[in-house]
């Protein structure tokens, strides 16, 4: 009996150490663990774009996943400020803001009086007093119209300038059925240009 009782002496004894060591793992694990977890919700997100992207597609319908085409752009605002100084005549503009607006035709389609295959294409336009020209290029993957090349377009098209009965103070791109297809409508402020696509 005293042997048995002095077995659990020692035991105890023993035990409180590893006690201390677990209890000491067990402190660091949970540090551990809570400065990974701020680590992630210290993340950096940036806030929303001042230019946001948007996407027009025809059909519009948001039931029809079948699309003939697409465009992805960024929507700048006016904010006070003239169509003419943010889109100047005469100079090739990304039409629309950040990286160039980005058309994706799902099928060969027609664009003014030009059969263009079915891929990505960039859409640039070249703003003007009473028209506008309308362009698509094979360059998709740049940023504005910094580093444009005309030898890669394959439509130019020059479209009127109609005055827009609404103030749009976003830039602001949507599709219109036509019998043939659909116009683009590209509006900004008070200036309003069409451009047609066909089926």
């Known amino acids: 009996m005293i042997r048995l009782k002095t077995k659990t002496a020692i035991f105890e004894i023993l035990k409180k150490p590893v006690m201390k060591t677990f ?5 660091i694990t949970f540090l551990f663990v809570s400065i990974l977890a ?11 774009d001042k230019s946001p992207l948007d996407i027009a ?7 029809v996943s079948d699309k003939l085409v697409k465009v992805i752009y960024s929507r700048p605002q006016l904010k006070g400020r003239e169509v003419s100084k943010l889109a100047p005549k005469g100079l090739v503009w990304r039409t629309g803001a950040n990286e ?34 309308v362009i698509l290029n094979t360059d998709t993957n740049i940023w ?19 005055e827009s009965k609404k103030f749009l103070e976003a830039f602001s791109m949507v599709f219109e059925e036509t019998p043939t297809g659909a116009d683009l409508n590209i509006g900004w402020g008070n200036t309003l240009i069409a ?4 089926k």
């Open 100 to 133: 160039a607006t980005e058309v994706v035709l799902y099928k060969n389609m027609t664009i003014g009086k030009t059969l263009v295959k079915a891929g990505s294409y960039a859409l640039f336009t070249i703003p003007g007093e009473s028209e506008w020209t």
């Open 23 to 27: 209890n000491y793992f067990k402190t």
């Open 38 to 48: 701020f680590n992630v919700q210290a993340q950096d997100f940036p806030d929303l």
């Open 195 to 198: 451009v047609p696509f066909t």
């Open 144 to 162: 504005g119209a910094y580093t444009y090349d005309q030898s890669k377009d394959v439509v130019r098209l020059k479209v009127p300038v109609q």
């Open 57 to 63: 597609s025809f059909p519009s319908n948001y039931k």
